[in-house]
């Protein structure tokens, strides 16, 4: 069974910054597209960034410009560095990888998940 494993949220101020990490076991990760949702208390998850096998990229409009999703091939490892954190970016922010889909946002794309990592930002 795959694992994807989050790590990095924590609760920081206003402006601050944040890197998750999500690293994983799978033998064919270069195959794999790959993306951060959150999900804040009563809200739908919603996709942020994405990161296809070629390494193109896709933001939501909310993070464009202050997010960066990057990914290390040979570490298994997705990275996304969060900087000038609002609160509203507070959720739980989840990893999700799927072949085969290209570079989406989708959540009904995604078929293999993370546990997740909270992210808080106070004003």
């Known amino acids: 069974q795959v694992e994807l494993v989050e790590s990095g949220g924590g609760s920081v101020q206003s402006g601050g910054s944040l890197t998750l990490q999500c690293t994983t076991s799978?033998?064919?990760?270069?195959?794999?597209?790959w993306a951060w949702f959150r999900q804040a208390p009563g809200k739908e998850r919603e996709g942020v960034a994405g990161?296809?096998?070629?390494?193109?990229?896709t933001y939501a409009e909310s993070v464009k410009g202050r997010f960066t999703i990057s990914k290390d091939n040979a570490k298994k490892t997705q990275y996304q560095i969060m900087s000038n954190l609002k609160p509203e970016d507070t959720g739980m922010y989840y990893c999700?990888?799927?072949?085969?889909?290209?570079?989406?946002?989708?959540?009904?794309?995604?078929?293999?998940w993370g546990q997740g990592t909270q992210v808080t930002v106070y004003s």
């Open positions: 999700a990888a799927e072949l085969s889909v290209g570079l989406t946002l989708s959540r009904d794309d995604f078929g293999i």
């Open positions: 799978m033998y064919t990760y270069e195959s794999y597209s």
């Open positions: 990161i296809g096998t070629d390494g193109r990229t």
